[in-house]
């Protein structure tokens, strides 16, 4: 890739500002996570609530980027953004100076959470605008990337909840949130040829288009992977092996951090060989080693090793997915990534809860990873069916200059 025309192709600042709004966004998304140790024990939960405690921000933010896609589209990424951040900062500021003191206020909190989870439907369209199709892995991998913000939450808030208490990491949390939250409002920009707003009914058309729904498929094995093993290792690493919350949180954040890093890895990839062989590559090794770690490894960093080879595949493959989309979906992007984000974030409240239930009912998590290694399989398969049809006919050398 030609770094000079890249730089000159689209708008700079505002991919700096889609990255770390995003970046900011996802940290406090799965905040519960990181904080579910502390949280469980104090509150006396088990394996189950443990579970859909960590997965209800992720389901909530699947449904909300629906939401959020559709706002995209009638009001523009930046002050669909806005809306969605003001909302998120204020639910943190009400648990921190309020306190939370049961699951059910938890569950509250994980609610409002989800809006930042829908940040994804705002961050990539807002990057995704500026580029013409032959960038368009890179710059959706580079502002996709925000995803490393989960990594920030696994490093930073067990530590900071061992010595302040995990209800004022909370507030802890509204400090950096705050000031990229400024950032963004300074110097992002909507893009000059944003399309015009649709009826709302006509948001609806897209899902009769078979390629969306294989789309929100393959996006919820890749990203939900990713999302659910970040909310979920710091309580497996715990559980599992026994690690304090801080070292578990380290043991998650070395996970998610590769993931996250590899994403415009993915992009730049896909961008110069294709997002189908990318992709394709990709299922298969994360399907391979979420196998292997269902067998419960007998030492953590055996694990720790398993899982970060399956979150570079899953990092790469949702940089891949979104090399794709917006060749075949440009001038609906805006809806189209609220609805692949949301079969992402689907994907991960799956994998998240699906842990938990596991090991409340067999002691075990191994059949939680031995089902989402099969949907890898599938997804792989699934993929080898179209890709035929999609490179003769949207993604035909003659019709696009991007690699498909």
Same mark, same amino acid.
């Given at each position: 890739?030609?770094?000079?025309?890249?730089?000159? /192709? &689209?708008?700079?600042? #505002?991919? +700096? !500002? %889609?990255?770390?709004?995003?970046? =900011? @966004?996802?940290?406090?998304?799965?905040?519960?996570?990181?904080?579910?140790?502390?949280?469980?024990?104090?509150?006396?939960?088990?394996?189950?609530?443990?579970?859909?405690?960590?997965?209800?921000?992720?389901?909530?933010?699947?449904?909300?980027?629906?939401?959020?896609?559709?706002?995209?589209?009638?009001?523009?990424?930046?002050?669909?953004?806005?809306?969605?951040?003001?909302?998120?900062?204020?639910?943190?500021?009400?648990?921190?100076?309020?306190?939370?003191?049961?699951?059910?206020?938890?569950?509250?909190?994980?609610?409002?959470?989800?809006?930042?989870?829908?940040?994804?439907?705002?961050?990539?369209?807002?990057?995704?605008?500026?580029?013409?199709?032959?960038?368009?892995?890179?710059?959706?991998?580079?502002?996709? /990337? &925000?995803?490393?913000? #989960?990594? +920030? !939450? %696994?490093?930073?808030?067990?530590? =900071? @909840?061992?010595?302040?208490?995990?209800?004022?990491?909370?507030?802890?949390?509204?400090?950096?949130?705050?000031?990229?939250?400024?950032?963004?409002?300074?110097?992002?920009?909507?893009?000059?040829?944003?399309?015009?707003?649709?009826?709302?009914?006509?948001?609806?058309?897209?899902?009769?288009?078979?390629?969306?729904?294989?789309?929100?498929?393959?996006?919820?094995?890749?990203?939900?992977?990713?999302?659910?093993?970040?909310?979920?290792?710091?309580?497996?690493?715990?559980?599992?092996?026994?690690?304090?919350?801080?070292?578990?949180?380290?043991?998650?954040?070395?996970?998610?951090?590769?993931?996250?890093?590899?994403?415009?890895?993915?992009?730049?990839?896909?961008?110069?060989?294709?997002?189908?062989?990318?992709?394709? /590559?990709?299922?298969?090794?994360?399907?391979?080693?979420?196998?292997?770690?269902?067998?419960?490894?007998?030492?953590?960093?055996?694990?720790?090793?398993?899982?970060?080879?399956?979150?570079?595949?899953?990092?790469?493959?949702?940089?891949?997915?979104?090399?794709?989309?917006?060749?075949?979906?440009?001038?609906?992007?805006?809806?189209?990534?609220?609805?692949?984000?949301?079969?992402?974030?689907?994907?991960?409240?799956?994998?998240?809860?699906?842990?938990?239930?596991?090991?409340?009912?067999?002691?075990?998590?191994?059949?939680?990873?031995?089902?989402?290694?099969?949907?890898?399989?599938?997804?792989?398969?699934?993929?080898?069916?179209?890709?035929?049809?999609?490179?003769?006919?949207?993604?035909?050398?003659?019709?696009?200059?991007?690699?498909?």
């Amino acid at each position: 890739m030609d770094r000079k025309a890249f730089l000159h /192709a &689209g708008h700079p600042p #505002t991919l +700096l !500002a %889609a990255f770390l709004y995003f970046d =900011l @966004a996802f940290m406090v998304w799965v905040l519960l996570g990181p904080l579910g140790v502390q949280i469980a024990a104090d509150l006396g939960l088990d394996h189950a609530q443990k579970g859909f405690m960590v997965a209800l921000p992720v389901l909530a933010g699947a449904i909300l980027r629906f939401v959020m896609g559709v706002l995209v589209d009638h009001l523009g990424p930046k002050r669909s953004g806005a809306v969605g951040q003001l909302i998120v900062i204020g639910a943190l500021a009400a648990a921190w100076w309020f306190g939370i003191t049961s699951y059910h206020q938890v569950l509250l909190l994980g609610f409002f959470l989800g809006f930042a989870g829908a940040s994804f439907a705002v961050a990539l369209p807002l990057a995704s605008r500026w580029y013409p199709p032959e960038h368009q892995g890179t710059a959706l991998g580079i502002a996709g /990337a &925000g995803n490393s913000g #989960t990594a +920030l !939450a %696994a490093l930073f808030a067990p530590g =900071l @909840a061992l010595a302040f208490g995990w209800n004022n990491v909370f507030g802890l949390a509204l400090i950096p949130l705050v000031l990229v939250f400024v950032f963004y409002l300074v110097v992002a920009r909507d893009a000059p040829e944003c399309p015009p707003p649709k009826p709302l009914a006509d948001y609806f058309k897209v899902l009769k288009d078979r390629d969306a729904w294989w789309f929100m498929f393959f996006y919820a094995v890749t990203f939900g992977g990713f999302v659910g093993l970040a909310s979920s290792l710091t309580i497996y690493f715990n559980t599992q092996y026994g690690l304090d919350a801080k070292t578990a949180g380290y043991f998650t954040a070395a996970c998610v951090f590769a993931g996250s890093v590899v994403r415009p890895i993915g992009g730049a990839v896909a961008d110069r060989i294709g997002g189908i062989r990318t992709l394709s /590559a990709m299922y298969l090794i994360a399907a391979t080693f979420l196998a292997l770690v269902s067998f419960a490894p007998a030492a953590a960093w055996m694990a720790l090793a398993g899982f970060v080879a399956a979150m570079l595949a899953l990092g790469m493959g949702n940089g891949a997915v979104f090399q794709l989309v917006p060749q075949r979906f440009r001038r609906e992007i805006g809806v189209m990534t609220g609805l692949v984000g949301m079969a992402g974030g689907i994907g991960g409240f799956y994998l998240a809860s699906s842990l938990g239930y596991a090991r409340q009912a067999s002691g075990s998590y191994q059949a939680g990873f031995l089902v989402f290694a099969a949907l890898a399989v599938f997804a792989l398969l699934g993929l080898t069916l179209v890709k035929a049809r999609w490179r003769t006919t949207w993604g035909a050398a003659h019709l696009t200059s991007a690699r498909i």
